[in-house]
């Protein structure tokens, strides 16, 4: 019998619009796009500002604080990569920004909305870095 393998997470689905993202993430920041030009944020990335049609951009550093807009505790399909439940969650950053994320270090009973969490990097396969949310201790 073997030892265990360590199963981790899928590595992202790189495009030309969210690799800033996810190549921030490997250096261990939380990126958001943000527009050169009105200065205004969006999330997932994409090509043109939503506001102010530019296609200037810029990744802007978060300060990895936010609070839990709304969650779902995920039973199934289980796939190895992931401990069940999950604990999927909206988060909206401080900087006025909403990502999907999971959260860690919380009991499914103890999940509150509005709750205060902070970013933290969990590794996923070829050195990729997804960012997961844990609650701030009062
Ligand atoms: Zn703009």
Not at 85 to 107: C, F, Y
């Amino acid at each position: 019998m073997s030892a265990p393998t360590e199963v981790r997470r899928p590595a992202p689905v790189l495009t030309d619009d969210n690799v800033g993202y996810w190549e921030a993430l490997r250096d261990r920041e939380l990126r958001i796009q943000g527009c050169a030009d009105c200065g205004r944020l969006r999330h997932p990335p994409r090509p043109m500002c939503p506001h102010c049609g530019s296609l200037n951009k810029s990744m802007v550093l978060m300060s990895g604080r936010g609070t839990v807009y709304s969650y779902s505790i995920l039973h199934h399909p289980q796939a190895p990569a992931f401990d069940y439940p999950v604990l999927a969650a909206l988060i909206d950053l401080d900087e006025g920004v909403r990502v999907v994320s999971n959260l860690v270090g919380v009991d499914k009973d103890d999940i509150r909305i509005g709750m205060p969490v902070h970013v933290e990097f969990a590794d996923a396969r070829d050195g990729w870095v997804v960012p997961v949310f844990r609650p701030v201790s009062a």
